[in-house]
Each structure stands twice: as structure tokens, then as C-alpha cells.
């Protein structure tokens, strides 16, 4: 398999301006050289700590913002070096689920209308009865009757409204869809549903994903690789069974240490690693490896040097002086 996705030292800065005369005074290293492949119809997951640049990540593949270096290809082209009527078309190729279904939603418009617009933009539809038509198709393929398509987005349940973020998302057939914690702000009742809907949609239309969260137990079982990011950075990057098993960075068992193992007796038995204070602002990061005042096993040499990413088996990446 191929990757269709290539993001190379990828880069989204900041400037800080300050004064009468806006000069800029300090820089916002959101993302700070990020690489990873995606490879065609698999799920890579991005995962961190609110704060730790994967959803500008998501944001700055799309253009959402604009990245200030590296590159982004998809199916080749690079998404970074394109003008802007050009970004326009590429644009039908990928899409984003976002976090909040309800504030991504216009709500003047029914679902008809807002499952109709992208299709009319990008002229997909000839008439009034193809619109029709494959706007109900949209509905049914995640699981909304097409009866519901007059109503605005004030009238369905925060999982449906997410449904419909997900329809408008694959209306113009992309072939790769950024999740940007697309169940995170669902009950955890719903949350379940949602992700067999989006594997499902992925089988069937051969998507991509790049799905962002900030907890590793929604991912374990939808990706097929995961990214852990921190300050910008990624810090491990792994095949999600061997993440899951076999953490190399600290940071990364801190995050697997955060979620509940249902057997009672494991439970009880495990050592926890407990992670102290916030993400450290961006603005102003520590020095070395950016992890160190939180790190359990922080040495001297990690607030000066900083750890590059390396590889320490097979397709296995981190960024640790100690890891091994
Ligand atoms: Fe911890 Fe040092 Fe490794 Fe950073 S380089 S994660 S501070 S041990």
C-alpha cells in the first residue's frame, strides 16, 4: 500500500505583535516539524494533551490556517505550494469532522441545505431531483431518515448532529477526512455508535483518516498507527498495538497510565504514572526535551540536549534520551 498522505517538517508559527508599532516580539511554535505518512483507506491517530498542536495539525493540512514551512502531499500534490483556486478543488478531496457538531452547523440551515450546498458549489448535482436525491442518500448512509431533511440543527440529538457533520463531510467523495475529536463532546453512550459509523464509512467509501483525540483509549481500536504529540512535537510514533503494549516514551505511559483497566485485579496491581501540572505554553517552552519538568525519569542532560526521534524497531519512533 501506498501512502496517500506525506507530511514533511510540517510548521504552523505564531507571531506574538506587540505595541503602537505591532512588532513582533516573540513566536508561537504551535507546530513545530512534523512528519508522519498515512497510508491509503488506514487511520493514523494524533493524539496529546489539550494544547499540543494536533488539531492545528489537522487544521494547517487542509489550510485551515496556513503553514509556515514543510509540506503536505496528498496523492502527490503538494496541498502547502497551492494557489488559491487551485486549494478550492483539492479541497473536495479532504474534508473535517469537527469536535462540536452543533457550532460547525449553520443554524439557519435545515439539512437539505446543508447537505446541498457543497454538492451545488462544486457543481456534483444537475437538478432539484438529483439534490434531492443523493442529499437523502447522504442521510441514509449515516443512519438518518430522509425524512428528517427540512429540520434545522436545533431539532436532532448532539449524535445526530454529528451524523449530519459526517454526511456534509463525505458528500463530494474525498478520499481523505480529518477527525478533529469528532466524539469528544458526546455522551459516552453515543460515542460508540459514532466511531462503528465512521469505520464503517471508511470500509465502504475507502476513506483515510487522520483522527485527533485527546484520549488514547477512543483510538486503540480505530487506528492503525498513532502519533503522540507534545508541544508541537511528536514524541512517539508507533503501530497502535505495539503503543499500546509496549510505550517507549514517558510521556506516552503517562497517557496509557490515564485509562481504567476493566479487570479490578490488574487494576489494583498496576503502577500509575501520574502527570503533574500543564502543558507548558508554547510560547515559551522548556529548553532540552520540551517534557522535562514533568518527566519521572527527567536526567540533567534533557533540560539542555534535545532528544531526537529515533527509530527503535521496526516502524517504531520516539523521541527519548532514555528510551530503548
Ligand atoms: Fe524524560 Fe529526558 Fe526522555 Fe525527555 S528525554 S522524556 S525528560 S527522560
Do not use: W
Not at 77 to 82: E, F, G, N, P
Not at 269 to 282: C, D
Not at 283 to 297: D, I, M, T
Amino acid at each position: 500500500m501506498s501512502a496517500l498522505l506525506e507530511v514533511r517538517d510540517l510548521k504552523v508559527h505564531f507571531p506574538v505583535r506587540r505595541g503602537v508599532l505591532q512588532r513582533q516580539v516573540a513566536t508561537v511554535r504551535a507546530v513545530d516539524g512534523v512528519s508522519f505518512d498515512v497510508e491509503e483507506g488506514s487511520t493514523l491517530g494524533l493524539v496529546g494533551e489539550s494544547g499540543c498542536g494536533k488539531s492545528t495539525t489537522a487544521r494547517a493540512i487542509l489550510r485551515l490556517v496556513e503553514p509556515t514551512g514543510g509540506s503536505v502531499k496528498l496523492g502527490g500534490a503538494d496541498i502547502v505550494a497551492l494557489k488559491p483556486g487551485e486549494l478550492r478543488k483539492k479541497r473536495r478531496d479532504m474534508q473535517m469532522v469537527f469536535q462540536d457538531p452543533y457550532a460547525s452547523l449553520n443554524p439557519r440551515m435545515t439539512v437539505f441545505d446543508t447537505l446541498a450546498e457543497p454538492l451545488l458549489t462544486h457543481g456534483l448535482v444537475k437538478d432539484k431531483a438529483e439534490v434531492e436525491k443523493r442529499v437523502r442518500e447522504l442521510m441514509s448512509q449515516v443512519g438518518l431518515s430522509g425524512a428528517y431533511m427540512r429540520r434545522y440543527p436545533h431539532e436532532f440529538s448532539g449524535g445526530q448532529r454529528q451524523r449530519i457533520g459526517i454526511a456534509r463531510a463525505i458528500a463530494l467523495h474525498p478520499k481523505l477526512v480529518l477527525l478533529d475529536e469528532p466524539v469528544s463532546a458526546l455522551d459516552v453512550s453515543i460515542q460508540a455508535q459514532i466511531i462503528n459509523l465512521l469505520m464503517d464509512l471508511q470500509q465502504s467509501l475507502g476513506l483515510t483518516y487522520v483522527f485527533v483525540a485527546h484520549d488514547l483509549a477512543v483510538v486503540r481500536h480505530v487506528c492503525a498507527e498513532i502519533a503522540v504529540m507534545y508541544l508541537g512535537r511528536i514524541v512517539e510514533r508507533a503501530p497502535a498495538k505495539e503503543l499500546f503494549v509496549t510505550p517507549r516514551h514517558p510521556y506516552t505511559k503517562a497517557l496509557l497510565s490515564a485509562i481504567p483497566i476493566p479487570d479490578p485485579e490488574v487494576e489494583r496491581k498496576r503502577k500509575r504514572l501520574v502527570l503533574v501540572g500543564e502543558v507548558p505554553s508554547p510560547l515559551n517552552p522548556p529548553a532540552g526535551c520540551h517534557f522535562h519538568p514533568r518527566c519521572p525519569s527527567a536526567e540533567d542532560r534533557c533540560k539542555t540536549e534535545v532528544p531526537k526521534l529515533r527509530e527503535l524497531a521496526p516502524g517504531v519512533t520516539a523521541a527519548c534520551h532514555l528510551a530503548d
